[in-house]
């Protein structure tokens, strides 16, 4: 009978280099988001615009006398705030349990007995969520610009409006900036991804409810900063460099979305640790 | 000696029981947390607005149209705006959907199930649990905001007061409608909490701007029917479209559709329950 070696091994694979760790993470993470079929049928649902801005794009292209469907910055900044709904719903499902589940499994303390720094792990996290948010917003967009130059045969869309592919990278980072920091946050901060995904909602559509009273009561749109939404509109309406909708100054709105991720970062901080010290 | 027949216990008295045992757990849970936030969020918002309509900071409360600055306006504001259009559906959504799926997610369902109890009475008492607790903390939060906002601008505590026994009615059977529809999609649905958002923030708030028959698959709709208070607008193209595919519904069929719906989830809840095999995550 073969006595097998029980004792001590190193460890015989390949090492990586560190500040990689993350990669591990996000890639597992991604993986087992994309085998829930129910998501993939909410990602093809979320990709329904895009094909709409499509069509309307080749319409305009080879039917110009079709003014109405014209294409401008005003569109993409439309099409960008229709994706709002499902930057939510994708932020809510995927990003409420990212760190909540290991909590709850004390999944934590192994992960960060890994070479793994806390750092890499919340990346690893972060990863996981802005892929699916940018898959939604900034991948759609461009590919819309990128059709608008492929249909027209010319540049001069492109020329004209040359600030477009900045604005639209800028305001879908902001907008993935904000939904996935926020809700890692909040994930940390609790063992139920049920109670974050609640929270989450509670912050994103109270913050606009209390904004809709003050502005019924002051007659004033000065007051959009206490509203999440509020605030990455104002931002992206200077982006997009289209008519503000609210009268509050933009860095009032900027710095409002700077606090929001500078919490969010100081609450991982405090909270993403291999060792909880109960008091 | 032969033994003694098993009492048994009715459907009532089962429900009764868990009704008894949950009621202390969503008083006294970390969840409350959430819930003070909730409805004390009104509450200081309706400090705010005393304090500066003391200060004379007020400007054009639009009601209908018309520019108003009364009390009791203001309060009609907040119950639209706040108590029907968020607190209510996202209560529902929170602790409708958790009732069943907390027990699968603390893995002592099975506790619950191996008593000799129909498992429909379960999710009822639960239910009933979620009902008294979130009746008895939201409606004293209206209350106090009544006090607080209903004086602004010379508003007169006792006239309106038969439009907040209204309110307060209509919040309760808001806050039972919705808990029975989100503990149907909390037994049915594999993953609960995302429906119900989905359902009370994009499609109740999305089909209410399509003129036609679709509003009548929404909760909203006919609580609107309900509501004493004038729908509150803004220049928004969102309020202007709110305001003209608004067809109104009569109170009476406004209360037989929710008590309807309100009672088919319900029964659809306890069936639901009943019948679903919850496999615990290992």
Known sequence: MPIHDQSYRRYTGRREEPGKAWLVIARNGILTILRKRLFIGLLILAWIPFVVGAVTIYINANYPQFTLLAMTAQRFRGFLSQQDFFVFVITVWVGAGLIANDKRANALQLYLSKPLTRLEYVIGKLAILSAFLLMVTWVPAILLLALQVAFSGSFSFLRQNVYLFPAVTVYSCLQVMVSAFTILALSSMSKSGRYVAILFAGAWFFSHAVYGVIYAVTGSTGFSWVSLPGNLNEVGDIIFHVQHRYSTSPAVSLLAIVVVIAVSIWVLNRRVRGVEVVQ | ?282
């Open chain 2, 1 to 282: 000696m032969p033994a003694p027949a098993p009492r048994t216990v009715s459907f009532a008295q089962a429900a009764r029981r868990v009704f008894d045992l949950s009621l202390g757990q969503m008083l006294w849970s970390r969840r409350t947390i959430f819930l003070a936030l909730v409805v004390s969020a009104p509450v200081v918002l309706g400090l705010v607005v005393r304090l500066m309509t003391a200060f004379g900071i007020h400007g054009s409360v639009r009601i209908g149209g018309a520019a108003v600055i009364s009390g009791p306006s203001i309060f009609g504001l907040f119950i639209w705006l706040l108590y029907l259009r968020f607190t209510v559906p996202v209560l529902g959504v929170f602790y409708g959907t958790s009732l069943i799926a907390d027990e699968v997610e603390d893995k002592t369902i099975t506790y619950l199930f191996t008593r000799p109890i129909p498992r429909g009475a379960v999710l009822v008492g639960k239910y009933l649990a979620y009902l008294v607790a979130t009746v008895l903390v939201v409606l004293p939060s209206v209350m106090l905001l009544y006090f607080l906002v209903v004086p602004v601008g010379g508003g007169a505590i006792a006239p309106t007061f038969p439009s907040l026994v209204k309110d307060l009615g209509l919040l309760g059977i808001g806050l039972a409608a919705y808990g029975s529809l989100f503990a149907w999609v909390g037994c049915r649905f594999k993953y609960p909490l995302v429906t119900g958002l989905v359902f009370a923030f994009g499609w109740e708030q999305a089909i209410m701007i399509i003129p036609g028959y679709l509003k009548r698959l929404t909760i909203a709709y006919y609580i609107q029917g309900l509501v004493p208070h004038a729908m509150p607008m803004d220049d928004s193209a969102l309020s202007i479209l709110q305001v003209v595919s608004r067809d109104s519904v009569s109170a009476p069929i406004s209360l037989i559709s929710l008590a309807v719906i309100w009672l088919t989830f319900l029964i659809l809840a306890a069936r639901a329950a009943g019948r679903r095999e919850y496999v615990l995550e290992q």
